[in-house]
C-alpha cells in the first residue's frame, strides 16, 4: 500500500471524545488526522443535546408565555412561528460548526471529510464526500464512531418512513398530531416540545412506565406532568404495524393488555434507543473486536483488543452522554501521558431536560434493592423548597438514598424545577464521599433549591451512628 499517508495520529469519527483527542494531540505537536463523514464536532453539537435543548427552551418560553396572566403579564395571542423557533437553533449550530472548525484548522489537523473503514490494522481508507479516496495510517487510533437511533423491524415502519430526532428537531412545520415511538429521554423530551408548540402528541412506550430505568415513583410523576399537559400516553403497548407515511397520515396498531387500540396521527417519530455505528467499516481487518451487543470491545483504559488502537464515547459501549464521551478521552489522554485512570466505579450523572427537569446520580432505589444495598431514604415534595413558590413551579419531588451503614450518598434523583443544577451540589458530596450530615448541617442560601436538602436530610436520623 504505497499510496499510504502515515500519521502519528489517527481519529475516526469527531465526536466529543475523537476532537479532544485530536486537538490535543495536535497541539502537544504530534502530526494528527481526523476523519469525519459529516457532523464536524459529532452529535452533540450538530444534532442531539445542544440542538434538542435549544428547541426545548423556546417550547418552554411559549409554556411561560401562555401562563402569562398568571404572572401579571397579558399579551392578546400567542403564534409559534416554527422558521423563527429553528432559524435561533441553526444560528447556534452554525456558530459551533465554525467554532469546530476553526478550532480544528487552528491545531494543524489534517480534517478529512468522508467515510472511513479500516482495510488492515491502524489503516483506514476514506470515501471522500468530494469524490476519490485516501488512506491514512496512524502510529496509534482513536475511534470515536458514535451511535444512531435503533429502528426496530415492525411491519410497515419503514415504509412509514418515519422521523429520528434529526428530522424532527430540523422541523420548519408543526405537526398536526406527532405520535412518539419510546417514552425514553429522547422521545420525552422532543415529545413534550412539540405539545408545547401547539402539537397533539401521542406517546407509546411498551414498559409500564415511562423512563424505565427510573423508579415507578419517577415514572408516575412523568405520566402526570404529560397528563396535565394533554400529551396522551399509552403505557405496556407494543406496536405491532403502521400503516402510512409519516408527514401525511399515519395509523400505528399498539397492542396491550387492554387488547389493540389504532392511533392515527400526521406524524411518526421513532426514539426506542440506539445503535453504535460500528458495522461494516471493516473492524475485523484491523483486530478490534465487538461484543455481543456491537460495541466495540474495550478494556477499563478504553483500549481496544488492537494494540494502540482505543475506542471512546457511544461506540465503546460507554453511557450514552456527551459528559461522558469527554471523561472517555480524559481517561484516555491521562494514560498516555502514564497515568492510571479507569473507567471502573464512574459517578454518571444524567439529566432528562424534560420541563421540569429529572436529574440522577448514583443509584435508583430499585438498583440498591436488586443489588441488596442497604440504604434510607429522604423524599421531599418540591413545593416544600420555597424557591419554587417564588416562581410557581412547584411540581415533583427530590429523593436521596443514604448508605445504611456508611452515611455516603449513594444516589439523588430530582423531579422539579432546576433539578440539575441541585444534583451538582449531591453530586459534588458524592464525588468526595462525604456523609450526608455534612449536607444537612450545611447552610445555603435562601431562597434556592439547594436549600431543600437541608430540609430533606432533616428527615434523617444520624444513619453512620
Ligand atoms: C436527541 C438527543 C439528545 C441528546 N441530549 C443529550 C444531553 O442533553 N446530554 C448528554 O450528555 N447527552 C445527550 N445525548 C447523547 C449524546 O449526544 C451522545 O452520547 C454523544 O454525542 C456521543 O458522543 P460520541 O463522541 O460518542 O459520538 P458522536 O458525537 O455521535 O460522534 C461520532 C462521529 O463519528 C462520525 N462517524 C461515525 N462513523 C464514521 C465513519 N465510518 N467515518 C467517518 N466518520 C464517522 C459521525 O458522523 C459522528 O460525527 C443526546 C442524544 C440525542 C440523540
Known amino acids: 500500500m504505497d499510496d499510504v499517508e502515515k500519521y502519528e495520529i489517527v481519529v475516526l469519527g469527531s465526536g466529543e471524545a475523537g476532537k479532544w483527542t485530536a486537538w490535543t494531540m495536535a497541539d502537544a505537536g504530534h502530526r494528527t ?28 418560553i411559549a409554556s411561560l408565555a401562555r401562563r402569562g396572566a398568571e404572572f401579571g403579564l397579558e399579551m392578546d395571542r400567542l403564534r409559534i412561528n416554527m422558521a423563527g423557533v429553528q432559524d ?11 467554532f469546530h472548525a476553526k478550532r480544528t484548522a487552528d491545531a494543524g489537523i489534517e480534517l478529512i471529510m468522508g467515510e472511513g473503514r479500516f482495510v488492515a490494522p491502524k489503516t483506514i481508507e476514506v470515501a471522500l464526500n468530494d469524490g476519490g479516496t485516501r488512506r491514512v495510517a496512524g502510529e496509534r487510533v482513536f475511534l470515536d464512531l458514535g451511535s444512531h437511533s435503533t429502528m426496530p423491524d415492525i411491519p410497515g415502519l419503514a415504509a412509514a418512513n418515519p422521523m429520528t430526532h434529526i428530522e424532527a428537531l430540523d422541523l420548519d412545520r408543526l405537526p398536526r398530531h406527532l405520535i412518539v415511538i419510546g417514552g425514553g ?27 424505565e430505568r427510573e423508579d415507578p415513583d419517577v415514572g408516575a410523576a412523568l405520566f402526570d406532568l404529560f397528563h396535565d399537559e394533554g400529551i396522551d400516553v399509552l403505557l405496556g403497548a407494543q406496536v405491532s404495524q403502521v400503516e402510512g407515511h409519516s408527514g401525511k397520515q399515519v395509523r400505528v396498531h399498539a397492542e396491550g393488555g387492554s387488547g389493540e387500540r389504532i392511533v392515527e396521527g400526521t406524524d ?105 444495598i442497604e440504604y434510607r431514604v429522604a423524599k421531599l415534595p418540591m413545593a416544600n423548597v420555597l424557591r419554587t413558590h417564588t416562581i410557581a413551579e412547584p411540581r415533583g419531588f427530590m429523593k436521596m438514598l443514604i448508605g445504611k451503614e456508611s452515611g455516603e450518598i449513594v444516589g439523588f434523583t430530582a423531579f422539579g424545577i432546576e433539578a440539575s443544577e441541585l444534583m451538582a451540589a449531591v453530586q459534588t458530596a ?5 456523609p450526608y450530615t455534612v449536607l444537612r448541617d450545611a447552610i445555603f442560601a435562601h431562597p434556592t433549591m439547594a ?10 436520623e444520624n444513619v453512620a451512628g
Open 88 to 98: 435561533r437553533k441553526r444560528k447556534m449550530v452554525e456558530e459551533e460548526h465554525q
Open 185 to 211: 429521554y429522547i422521545g420525552l423530551e422532543l415529545a413534550q416540545a412539540v405539545r408545547r408548540f401547539g402539537s397533539e402528541v401521542t406517546v407509546i412506550e411498551r414498559g409500564a412506565q415511562l423512563a
Open 430 to 434: 458524592m464525588v468526595g464521599r462525604l
Open 451 to 460: 436549600e431543600g436538602l437541608v430540609f430533606l436530610l432533616g428527615q434523617i
Open 33 to 60: 488526522a481526523m476523519v469525519e463523514r459529516k457532523w464536524l464536532g459529532g452529535s452533540c453539537p450538530n444534532i442531539a443535546c445542544l440542538p434538542s435543548k435549544n428547541i426545548i427552551y423556546s417550547a418552554r
Open 268 to 372: 411518526l417519530l421513532v426514539s426506542v434507543g440506539r445503535t453504535p455505528n460500528t458495522k461494516g467499516i471493516g473492524l475485523e481487518h484491523a483486530g478490534i473486536e465487538l461484543d455481543e451487543h456491537g460495541y466495540i470491545e474495550v478494556n477499563d483504559r478504553l483500549e481496544t483488543t488492537a494494540s494502540d488502537v482505543w475506542a471512546m464515547g457511544d461506540c465503546a459501549g460507554s453511557p450514552q452522554l456527551t459528559h461522558v464521551a469527554y471523561h472517555d478521552f480524559r481517561v484516555v489522554r491521562d494514560n498516555l501521558k502514564g497515568g492510571n485512570r479507569t473507567t471502573k466505579d464512574r459517578i454518571v450523572p444524567f439529566c432528562m431536560f424534560t420541563d421540569p427537569e429529572l436529574a440522577r446520580v448514583g443509584l435508583t432505589e430499585t438498583e440498591a434493592k436488586r443489588d441488596k
